[in-house]
């Protein structure tokens, strides 16, 4: 630990701790010094629930608006009168909401799949083999990871044409079995942790390779595994781009993303339809992050980003 | 692993290992080395096809295209810099796209870094009942991004939403947000720092690694709350300040769903061309590619547009690296 930086160099050694005799420690704080506690106390938790109220009060209020009456949400009113939850059905009624979260489901399923299919391989020789090249190898990864998703996209779909894969689902699922720089990176720096005797010992029982990535590290390794399916579950389930661009204008593939930013050109409806479909699109993703909520922030933590 | 039969066995007493002629040995070690090649390149498989199918490839020929007028239905047509020179000197969208992108990085990169480091410090500071706040305030990053966006619509929009209600209870002005081009933008900022929650949990993380020792120097000093904060909590988060820049630049130039999202919401139904308004102010360097690329299909424009996107990210984040050496103070004096 070096000096710290800046223009007051604070103590550089760590001081020893001072003994403190026990009838010390048991004394009663003084009465000033615990009223000024008790006034930070107080004013930390103020400034906590006050920025707690800027991060749920959106929520409440979208909520609110899904719930509201056709010419309510055209009014001032801010709570529904009354509740009208049949805003719900409406929603399904206007727009094919089961057909499009089936063709999300499929494509976000599928996609997923296939990233884990591949890149769990791929991982494991990027950490657990040893060969020649494997650091350059795991650099030319992580450089991918870096190109922005614009720089090959022309071509890609000049390809996805020529394949007549344009209007289907195919542009959207087929890319991902053949790896992902980000995930392939998650599952390597997971693997990376696993002691290396434990391969080891299978190896002196003749285990081969792909029976050691099977049995020993795929099943050490399902957190980090559960976290690269989370991650690219929900990343397909948002994405607009790649769908907005590969469906085209078969409105018979459109996943959710397209349906919700449409909504307004093609229905022009009022606030409170485009809130309840909204909502119904933000449920299952608060619903899993509630169900995974230590795998997306440790995932988070680990990797420094949410993929 | 079977043994080859050449493999001879010591004959002689005394000796614990198998004698194995030097030529031998070396072509059993070559054969597991090939045999462990053979395995490595199996499994890197699907990379390596991904790579050079969906990556190598698209990326030559996407160069090649920025150097060609190229519309899909004829074949590519030579066309040297003009793509470029094009960009650069007539095209005033492309001007007020990259001019809209770097006004959301400028202020949406570093009040998302200040909101985030502010959240994390309030969580840090207590020891006890974090979880609920720490789920609050990480929750809204999780939101989707559409449903998000229309979400803001909603709260920001000029006659009916709540913001501006409550502004006007208050007596502030009511700024016209998403329908204005001066609002449209500091809008988009306000969703980005509603959604500061991933940026807050690496941040929060690198709180609760300063060591408290050097907390407890500091007491001994008589440092006071700021000096504390500026002089040790500072320079030990400064790797992930550096990181939250970096990672906030390169998406700032891929910023595409929320305005996308948003323009399409405030447009009344049946508009085509939408992307891009309130007047332009949320046309971002990816969205005016996306509508030059795949709305007018001009392919080599795009491909121009992408590369030059391409060598900007790359110069910032060389830029960003190089300054970092001075301000960002890495543990155990690894510079």
Redesign the interface.
């Known amino acids: 630990?070096?000096p710290?930086?800046?223009r007051?160099p604070?103590?550089t050694?760590?001081?020893p701790?001072p003994l403190i005799a026990p009838s010390i420690a048991a004394r009663p704080v003084p009465p000033g010094v615990r009223r000024q506690r008790f006034l930070v106390g107080v004013a930390?938790h103020a400034?906590?629930i006050a920025?707690?109220v800027?991060?749920?009060?959106?929520?409440v209020?979208?909520v609110l608006?899904a719930l509201m009456t056709d010419r309510q949400?055209?009014?001032?009113s801010?709570w529904p009168h009354p509740f009208h939850w049949s805003n719900f059905t409406r929603v399904f009624h206007l727009v094919p909401l089961v057909h499009y979260t089936l063709n999300t489901l499929t494509i976000a399923g599928l996609s997923t799949l296939g990233t884990v299919?591949?890149?769990v391989?791929?991982a494991?020789?990027?950490s657990r083999?040893r060969?020649r090249g494997r650091n350059a190898?795991f650099l030319?990864?992580l450089a991918?990871y870096?190109?922005?998703?614009?720089?090959?996209?022309?071509?890609?779909?000049?390809?996805f044409?020529r394949l007549h894969w344009i209007g289907s689902f195919k542009p959207l699922i087929i890319?991902s079995?053949?790896?992902d720089a980000f995930s392939?990176f998650l599952l390597r720096q997971f693997f990376m942790t696993i002691p290396e005797e434990l391969s080891d010992a299978a190896r002196v029982d003749?285990g081969s390779?792909?029976q050691i990535?099977t049995r020993v590290i795929v099943p050490l390794a399902k957190p980090a595994i559960v976290a690269v399916a989370l991650f690219n579950f929900?990343y397909n389930?948002?994405d607009?781009?790649a769908p907005?661009?590969f469906l085209g204008e078969n409105r018979k593939l459109w996943t959710l993303?397209i349906a919700?930013?449409?909504?307004?050109?093609?229905?022009?409806v009022d606030?409170n339809l485009?809130?309840a479909a909204?909502?119904l699109?933000?449920l299952p993703?608060?619903v899993l992050?509630f169900l995974a909520?230590r795998a997306?922030?440790e995932g988070?933590?680990l990797t420094?980003?949410?993929g | 692993m079977a043994v080859p039969a050449s493999v001879q066995m010591a004959a002689g007493p005394g000796v614990g290992l198998p004698r194995v002629d030097p030529e031998t040995r070396r072509r059993m070690r070559r054969r597991v080395k090939r045999r462990r090649y053979a395995m490595v390149l199996l499994f890197m498989s699907p990379w390596i096809v991904g790579f050079l199918v969906f990556l190598l490839y698209p990326m030559l020929s996407s160069l090649y295209f920025s150097f060609t007028k190229y519309d899909l239905l004829k074949s590519p047509q030579w066309a040297g810099l003009f793509n470029y020179r094009f960009m650069f000197t007539k095209d005033p969208q492309f001007w007020q796209a990259m001019k809209n992108t770097l006004w959301i990085i400028a202020v949406g990169v570093p009040t998302r870094i200040v909101f985030a480091i502010f959240t994390a410090a309030l969580l840090a500071r207590r020891r006890r009942s974090i979880g609920v706040y720490r789920t609050v305030y990480f929750l809204p990053s999780m939101a989707p991004a559409v449903a998000a966006t229309l979400g803001f619509v909603y709260l920001l929009n000029p006659a009916t939403g709540p913001v501006n209600r409550f502004l006007g209870l208050l007596h502030l002005p009511k700024p016209l947000w998403f329908f204005d081009p001066m609002w449209s933008k500091p809008g988009l900022v306000l969703l980005g720092l509603w959604g500061v929650g991933d940026a807050m949990i690496i941040f929060l993380a690198g709180l609760l690694n300063v060591p408290a020792q050097l907390y407890e120097a500091a007491d001994v000093e008589g440092a006071r709350g700021w000096q504390k904060f500026r002089f040790i909590t500072l320079p030990m988060i400064s790797p992930v300040i550096f990181f939250s820049l970096v990672i906030g630049v390169i998406d700032g130039f891929q910023y595409f769903t929320q305005a996308y999202v948003a323009a399409a919401a405030i447009s009344g139904p049946g508009q085509i061309n939408f992307v891009g308004s309130p007047q332009g102010s949320t046309m971002f360097y990816s969205v005016y590619l996306f509508s030059q690329g795949f709305q007018e299909f001009h392919m080599g424009y795009a491909s121009a547009m992408a590369w030059v996107l391409f060598a900007v990210t790359m110069i910032c984040t060389v830029v960003l690296i190089r300054l970092s050496r001075r301000w960002v103070h890495y543990q155990g004096g690894f510079r």
């Open positions: 630990m070096g710290l930086p800046g007051f604070i103590a050694v760590t001081v701790r930390n400034v906590l920025v707690s800027f991060f749920v009060a959106p929520l209020f979208v608006a949400s055209l009014g001032q801010v299919l591949s890149c391989p791929v494991y020789a990027l083999m060969w190898a030319l990864v991918t870096m190109l922005p998703f614009q720089v090959t996209v022309v071509p890609l779909y000049i390809i044409v890319p079995f053949f790896g392939i003749g390779e792909l990535l929900l389930w948002n607009l781009f907005l661009l993303t919700l930013s449409q909504f307004q050109g093609l229905h022009h606030w485009m809130m909204s909502v699109f933000m993703v608060i992050f909520q997306f922030i988070v933590t420094g980003t949410k």
